[in-house]
Nanobody, 124 residues
Framework: QVQLVESGGGLVQAGGSLRLSCAAS????????MGWFRQAPGKEREFVAT????????YYTDSVRGRSTISRDNAKNMVYLEMNSLKPEDTAVYYC?????????????????WGQGTQVTVSS
C-alpha cells in the first residue's frame, strides 16, 4: 500500500507558475513509476506527465510539454510537477499517482494508487 498526498495547488494568474508536490509513504517509493493527472469540471481525468522509477526519463502530454517539468527525489519519497506559463485551461484538480508498471505510462488504469488531489485555478 502507498499513500500519496498532494500539495502546492492554488490560485495563480495566467502566465504564472506553480510547483506541485506529492509526498509518498508506505512501500519503497523507488519501486513505482509516478504520474500526474488532472481533471477539470465536467471532463474526464487526463494524463499530464509521468516519470520512470529512477527519474531518468519522463513524458508529457502535448498541452504542457515545454512548460512543465516532472521530477522525483527517491531519497525523500517526493515527486514534483513544476508548471510555468500557466493558462486558464490548466485549471483542474491535479492528482499524483503511483504505478507498478515497468516504465512510464499515460493510462490511468495502469496506476494503482492515487492521492486526493490539489486544486489549481488559473485566472485570466
Amino acid at each position: 500500500q502507498v499513500q500519496l498526498v498532494e500539495s502546492g495547488g492554488g490560485l495563480v494568474q495566467a502566465g504564472g507558475s506553480l510547483r506541485l508536490s506529492c509526498a509518498a509513504s508506505g512501500r519503497p517509493f523507488s519501486n513505482y513509476v509516478m504520474g500526474w493527472f488532472r481533471q477539470a469540471p465536467g471532463k474526464e481525468r487526463e494524463f499530464v506527465a509521468t516519470i520512470t522509477r529512477t527519474g531518468a526519463s519522463s513524458y508529457y502530454t502535448d498541452s504542457v510539454r515545454g512548460r512543465s517539468t516532472i521530477s522525483r527525489d527517491n531519497a525523500k519519497n517526493m515527486v514534483y510537477l513544476e508548471m510555468n506559463s500557466l493558462k486558464p485551461e490548466d485549471t483542474a484538480v491535479y492528482y499524483c499517482a503511483a504505478s507498478h508498471a515497468y516504465s512510464g505510462t499515460i493510462y490511468p488504469s495502469a496506476y494503482d494508487y492515487w492521492g486526493q488531489g490539489t486544486q489549481v485555478t488559473v485566472s485570466s
